[in-house]
């Protein structure tokens, strides 16, 4: 029987596991650490539960399709809400700002509180729309390096429409020409960071991303962002994907120009390896020998994070479950991540409640508060400064905004910075979407789903094509699985 090895359980290589068992794999999945999910997991300290990566949960059809992919009723493994507000956001000067979910109460409540007309904002939207719409299946939903892409009508259309899709204007030009107000100028550039980039070199493109909060909405699943994990982990057990726990994949084996399967401490052999290990350790680690796509690998990293997880002895009815308390210069904040790798003294800072959806994620009168602030992948520069001087910063920031004395408020506390996220998931620099989009031609320099030169070895996950985020992951892991020819097919 053909068999499939997936290095990594992260959740592309969760999804593309369940994905190549339903066409008739035997499927192995190893993976390095002792829980599934990669970045996708939970933190638990002294009662207060935090999910320690993402918080943001758009696009929930798509963990939906892998679930039924499976032949299984998504709604028996996951459950999910849509939220009224998307974000509140907050600024210096006492401008606060709840982003509702419904375009239409977004413009209208936007009139109210900025310098802007609704139907600016909802012109806006629509443009986010049609350019999600022109992009996403041939930027998104199939493989870039593979000529019958660019035969479909999709493609046709698409490149059609190239010239307006604002390829050579930043994200930032795009908006202070649509918009007025530089606070809703800064609220539109905030989309950038979804892909670990900076307003001031992404390509204006991303003008879409709003589509997706403020057109099809924010959700939270039940139980928190870990319980997608679960429900992913829980379906691919269920239909005999096996899981090898604690289980480093050190080598991939190449046999005549073909993957031949995996080394881990002993040799295990497979006609098909997915790799779900961010591409760059894929080459450095897993086969040195291998041509490695030098250009490819060099590219600019996205931004990472620090994290600090917070078990909070009070409760803030300003407050939802996602916050941004934005930084007076954005432009010098994106500055210092991205031309000189250090982190301002003014960071944008980023609080998650899960515990505003789900109260048992802190116990009774306190809130669960996952801060996170964006900072430069990791080149070595002396994290125990940073982290010391930003949390400082954090603290003094949220109590001016707050009007309240926060550090006594803290009663347990864990970190996450770029050394630990790649300590614990193998990301390059602990970059957090694998590389940057901080150029018009990043879409075509992301590795492709498959390896040209090694038949039977593919890739899943943030750092490869189409990119990082949960649901580029699992459109990834879609991708992967459809180039891998079904098992009856696959020796030719
Ligand atoms: C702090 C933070 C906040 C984020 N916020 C959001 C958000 O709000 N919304 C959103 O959509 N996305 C967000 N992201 C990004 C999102 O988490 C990632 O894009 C996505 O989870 C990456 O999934 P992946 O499949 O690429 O694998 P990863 O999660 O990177 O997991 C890879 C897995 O492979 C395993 N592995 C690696 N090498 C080996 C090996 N040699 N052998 C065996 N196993 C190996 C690792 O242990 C790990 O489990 C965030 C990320 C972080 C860290």
Redesign the pocket.
């Known amino acids: 029987m053909s068999k499939a090895i997936v290095?990594?359980?992260?959740?592309?290589?969760?999804a593309s596991a369940i994905r190549l068992r339903a066409k008739g794999y035997v499927v192995d999945v190893?993976?390095?650490?002792s829980y599934?999910?990669?970045?996708?997991t939970e933190v638990e300290v002294d009662g207060f539960r935090f999910d320690?990566?993402?918080?943001?949960?758009?696009l929930p059809v798509l963990v939906d399709n892998v679930i039924r992919a499976a032949g299984e009723d998504p709604r028996e493994h996951l459950k999910y809400f849509k939220r009224e507000v998307v974000c509140n956001y907050f600024w210096e000067d006492g401008t606060q700002f709840s982003a509702s979910a419904d375009a239409e109460k977004f413009a209208s409540d936007a009139e109210g509180a900025f310098d802007v007309k609704a139907a600016e904002i909802k012109n806006y939207l629509k443009h986010a729309e049609k350019m999600y719409r022109l992009t996403t299946k041939v930027f998104l939903e199939r493989s870039l390096h593979k000529a019958s892409t660019y035969l479909s009508m999709d493609a046709v259309i698409a490149i059609t429409n190239i010239f307006g899709m604002n390829l050579t204007k930043t994200l930032d030009e795009v908006n202070r020409k649509r918009l007025a107000d530089p606070k809703l100028v800064q609220l539109f550039n905030r989309f950038a960071t979804?892909n670990g980039s900076s307003p001031f070199l992404a390509p204006g493109i991303f003008t879409m991303v709003p589509h997706l909060e403020h057109n099809v909405g924010a959700f939270f699943p039940e139980g928190g962002?870990h319980s997608i994990t679960k429900a992913l982990y829980n379906v691919a057990l269920k239909k005999g994907v096996n899981f090898h726990f604690n289980?480093?994949?050190?080598e991939i084996l190449i046999e005549k120009g073909r993957a031949a399967g995996v080394k881990?401490e002993k040799v295990h052999k497979a006609n098909i390896v997915i790799s779900?290990?961010?591409v760059v350790?894929s080459y450095r680690?897993?086969m040195p020998k291998s041509d490695a796509p030098e250009q490819t690998l060099e590219q600019e990293r996205s931004s990472?994070?620090l994290?600090f997880y917070w078990g909070i002895k009070a409760q803030f009815p300003e407050l939802d479950l996602h916050n941004i308390f934005f930084s007076n210069n954005y432009k010098e904040e994106f500055s210092k991540i991205f031309q000189s790798n250090e982190v301002g003294e003014d960071p944008t800072v980023y609080i998650h409640v899960s515990s505003k959806a789900e109260i048992a994620d802190a116990p009774e009168g306190c809130e669960n508060w996952f801060v996170?602030v964006n900072v430069p992948s990791n080149k070595g520069q002396n994290w125990d400064e940073i982290i010391d001087r930003t949390r400082k910063n954090v603290i003094t920031k949220l109590g001016r905004i707050l009007h309240r004395d926060i550090e006594p408020l803290i009663v347990c506390e864990e970190q996450?910075d770029p050394i630990r996220?790649e300590e614990?998931?193998?990301?390059h620099q602990g970059a957090?979407?694998?590389a940057s989009s901080n150029s018009k031609f990043s879409a075509f320099l992301r590795h492709p789903n498959f390896q040209k030169k090694v038949k039977g070895l593919y890739f899943?996950?943030?750092?490869v094509h189409p990119g990082?985020?949960?649901?580029?992951?699992l459109l990834?892991?879609k991708i992967t699985a459809e180039l891998i020819p079904d098992p009856t097919n696959e020796k030719k």
């Open positions: 290095i990594g359980s992260g959740v592309a290589g969760l190893f993976e390095a650490n599934p999910g990669g970045k996708l320690a990566g993402p918080s943001l949960f758009t979804y962002m289980k480093r994949v050190n881990t779900n290990m961010d350790p680690k897993l990472s994070a994290i996170m996450l996220i614990k998931t193998s990301s957090l979407y694998g899943c996950g943030g750092s990082g985020g949960i649901p580029l992951c990834s892991a």
